[in-house]
């Protein structure tokens, strides 16, 4: 018998942060803003550290947005993820910032500054990710 | 507020430190590394087991204070506490221990971590969260982990990476701070890697782990213990060591906090949690960075030991790469770091095993002894809620 085929994590979801997952299976990158001052959050939480509202609505980003760091992992591999992956850290246009992937890219080629749009990839069936490509 | 200065000037003391040796495999338990390091650390200061009223220790250390307690064979204890955040808790549990002196509420506490890193529970393996039970904590590491960026080496990586942008900092730069470390340990026979220096060029050749972080970057993993004794300074000075006094001691988490994955910030290239316990062990001391003759940095990856030197103050923002060239932070230098050769050259005991090098810098004891070392600074795990101490000299 093989091994059962490992998937990606799983992220831990609470009442929160349900929204932001939920947006990523309808392929909408949404970004959490206070109902009361209009500050952008992410990650999202309960409250706004600005003003200590608990409204919030969300704000459906662009998806665009620029390389502000990223990484190229190598060791130790952790399935089902290829080695090297490279990981990037991208800050939105509209100025929160959003860890995810950059797949298909030497990382030779990777610049911090350099512009990418989002986009949602079925790496599971039925499972959306975020990830990013060069814009 | 950040520059707060406390009460705790000399108020409380080291007394005494113990430890196991450091290995990659203990063939023992936890338990027993911690009672090991525990009486040694309370034979080296002339006290007794019945003396120990108080206990701290990390959250991560998976020996708690009443299962220590059980089998040390002393009396009750009056005061416990655990301090969370991984190595971030390395010099607050120190903290603890001198403030609970201070207030009165014990007269010895014994602070300790003990660990089978290597053998048993490696933390560089990667974060395992499936199924996750939804905590704050976990839900943390759920922005991160989807995407593959699962290890300590891969959250400090995309820090470096924008701090080499910011700064111009290279990996030759981080490169500096292993050789240091490497070079120390060599001349340490209690380190792992007694007598085997590395070359830049041997970091420059070692392979990827997290680009732009490489295998020599990387602290090592270990099996071992680390105990110390702290009381007050005034009982210090009738035990059998000369006291090292702790001059000031400091925790910091700011008010955008994360835990080990700080991008969201407007400083992922900087350490502002490390930068305010620096400001408050220099206040509360009443000391400047002109003052320190050593440091101890907690480098569990070289670009974190550039940034803290910064934030200490020993250079200016950015310019860490410039201070550390020429042997600056080796024995002899301007500004000797590690001089036990640090995590990545003796142990990686969570950074407890740097306070114990601190202590004998100051007792004049160390092998690689910083010749008039009066104030020593030892820090605590970076990226994280963190921690500091300035130790000196028994100068009353
Ligand atoms: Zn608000």
């Known amino acids: ?135 | 507020m950040s520059r707060r200065k406390s009460r705790l000037k000399n108020a409380a003391a080291i007394a005494g430190i113990g430890a196991t040796e450091f290995s990659k495999d203990s063939g023992r338990s936890e338990l027993q590394l911690a009672l090991e390091a525990i009486s040694s650390a309370l034979e080296d200061a002339g006290l007794q087991h019945s003396d120990v009223d108080g206990m701290v220790n990390f959250s991560m250390d998976n020996n708690p204070a009443n299962e220590v307690n059980r089998y040390l064979g002393g009396d009750h204890l009056t005061f416990f506490s655990r301090i969370h955040y991984g190595g971030g808790a390395a010099c607050g549990v120190v903290h603890q221990a001198a403030m609970a002196i201070h207030a009165g509420v014990a007269d010895v506490v014994v602070v300790y971590r003990a660990m089978n890193e290597r053998s048993q529970q490696r933390f560089g393996t990667g974060v395992q969260d499936r199924p996750p039970v939804p905590t704050t904590e976990n839900t943390n590491y759920g922005w991160h982990s989807p995407y593959g960026l699962l290890t300590p080496a891969s959250w400090v990586a995309m820090q470096a990476r924008r701090y080499m942008h910011e700064y111009g900092a290279t990996s030759e730069d981080f490169g500096r701070v292993a050789v240091a470390d490497r070079k120390h340990a060599a001349t340490n026979p209690k380190a792992w890697f007694y007598q085997r220096p590395i070359t830049l060029e041997d970091h420059q050749n070692s392979r990827w782990i997290v680009d732009p972080l490489r295998l020599l970057d990387c602290c090592q993993e270990s099996d071992g213990a680390v105990a110390i004794v702290v009381t007050s300074t005034e009982r210090a000075r009738d035990l059998r060591q000369p006291p090292v006094l702790i001059n000031a001691a400091a925790q910091c988490m700011t008010n955008d906090q994360m835990m080990m994955t700080g991008y969201y910030s407007d400083h992922v290239a900087t350490l502002p949690e490390m930068g305010i316990v620096a400001e408050q062990l220099y206040a509360t001391a009443e000391l400047t960075p002109d003052d320190v003759q050593a440091a101890i940095i907690y480098d569990h990856f070289t670009p974190f030991v550039l940034i803290q030197l910064e934030e200490f103050g020993f250079c200016k923002r950015g310019e860490a790469k410039d201070f550390i060239r020429g042997g600056n932070i080796e024995m002899g230098g301007g500004l000797p770091v590690n001089p036990h050769g640090g995590q990545l050259g003796e142990a990686y005991i969570h950074g407890a095993n740097g306070i114990s090098e601190g202590v004998r810098q100051l007792r004049g004891t160390a092998v690689n002894q910083v010749e008039g070392a009066e104030h020593v600074i030892v820090t605590a795990g970076t990226g994280v809620p963190t921690s500091g101490l300035l130790l000196g000299i028994d100068e009353g």
Do not use: K
């Open chain 1, 1 to 135: 018998m093989s091994e059962p085929e490992r998937l990606r994590p799983i992220p831990a979801i609470t009442r929160d942060t349900q929204f932001w997952w939920d947006g990523i299976q309808e392929r909408q990158l949404l970004i959490q803003r206070c109902s009361a001052c209009g500050n952008l959050r992410h990650p999202p939480g309960p409250m706004c550290p600005s003003c200590h509202s608990l409204d919030w609505e969300t704000l459906a980003s662009s998806g665009r947005g620029e390389i502000y760091s990223f990484v190229s992992f190598h060791h130790p591999p952790i399935p089902p993820f290829d080695v090297p992956n490279l990981i990037v850290l991208v800050e939105l246009d509209e100025g929160t910032r959003v860890v995810s992937n950059l797949p298909g890219v030497p990382s030779d080629q990777v610049r911090v500054g350099m512009p990418v749009q989002a986009r949602f990839d079925e790496l599971e069936p039925g499972r959306l990710f975020l990830q990013f490509e060069p814009a």
